[in-house]
C-alpha cells in the first residue's frame, strides 16, 4: 500500500544529542510536513516543502531543521534537544496543484521522541 | 488570525447515544476543512473535507456538516471501535498550511 512511513517508531536520545528524525513515502506527493504534537495539544507546524521550496514557521525554533534531498525523503534535525522537545513528530503528504488544490494531509504515525 | 477551537475537550457516551463535536474557526477565506480520527500513538487518519457552507459528508456513523463559522461531526448510535480523538483542521485560500484544533478525545462505553 501507499503510505507515509516515519522511522523510528520511538527515539530516546540524551538532553545536548543532536537527533534526526526521518520520513519516507510512496505516494508521490509534492507537500511534505513536519509537524510537533504533545499530549492533548493541536499538531503544531513547524516546516513544510512545496517540492524543493523550503518554508519555515515564524515560531519554529532554530534548534529545528530540515532537509528535503528528493520527493520521497524528509529529514527532521534537532540540533541540541532540549527537555521541552519531547513530543510525538509527525509527517505529513500532501499533493497540491491545478485541480488538487483541496486535498487533505495523509500521516504517518509518527515518532515520540524522548529526551533524557 | 487564523484559529481553530474544538469543544467539548473531552466526551464519554454510552453505545449507542448520539452526540455532536464542534469545530469553531475563523481563517482569511475557507479553502477546505479537514476532519481526521487520531487513535493513540498513531498519527491522524483522514475522514472528511468539506469545502462550503451547507456541505455534509456520512461516513457510516459519522456526518459532518459545515457553515460559515463552524462544523459538527454528529456521530449516530456510536460504538467502542468510534472512541478516538477527533481533530478539526482549515487550509485558508492563501498557502499551503493547515490549523488545527487541539482536539476531543470521544470514549463510548459498552
Known amino acids: 500500500d501507499a503510505m507515509v512511513i516515519q522511522n523510528p517508531r520511538y527515539q530516546v536520545t540524551q538532553f545536548g544529542k543532536p537527533v534526526t528524525l526521518s520520513c519516507s513515502q510512496t505516494l508521490n506527493h509534492n507537500v511534505m510536513y513536519w509537524y510537533q504534537q504533545k499530549s492533548s495539544q493541536a499538531p503544531k507546524l513547524l516546516f513544510h516543502y512545496y517540492d524543493k521550496d523550503f518554508n519555515n514557521e515564524a515560531d519554529t525554533p532554530d534548534n529545528f531543521q530540515s532537509r528535503r534531498p528528493n520527493t520521497s525523503f524528509c529529514f527532521l534535525d534537532i540540533r541540541s534537544p532540549g527537555l521541552g522537545d519531547a513530543a510525538m513528530y509527525l509527517c505529513a503528504t500532501r499533493q497540491t496543484g491545478g485541480m488538487d488544490s483541496n486535498q487533505p494531509q495523509h500521516f504517518g504515525d509518527g515518532t515520540r521522541l524522548s529526551i533524557l | 488570525e487564523d484559529q481553530v477551537t474544538q469543544s467539548p475537550e473531552a466526551l464519554r457516551l454510552q453505545e449507542g447515544e448520539s452526540s455532536s463535536l464542534n469545530c469553531s474557526y475563523t481563517?482569511?477565506?475557507?479553502?477546505?476543512l479537514f476532519w481526521y480520527r487520531q487513535d493513540p500513538g498513531k498519527g491522524p487518519e483522514f475522514l472528511f473535507t468539506l469545502y462550503s457552507a451547507g456541505e455534509e459528508k456520512e461516513k457510516e456513523r459519522l456526518k459532518a456538516t459545515l457553515t460559515k463559522k463552524e462544523s459538527f461531526l454528529h456521530i449516530t448510535a456510536p460504538k467502542p471501535e468510534d472512541s478516538a480523538t477527533y481533530l478539526c483542521a482549515v487550509q485558508a485560500h492563501t498557502g499551503n498550511q493547515f490549523y488545527f484544533g487541539t482536539g476531543t478525545s470521544l470514549t463510548v462505553i459498552p
Open positions: 481563517v482569511s477565506g475557507l479553502r477546505g
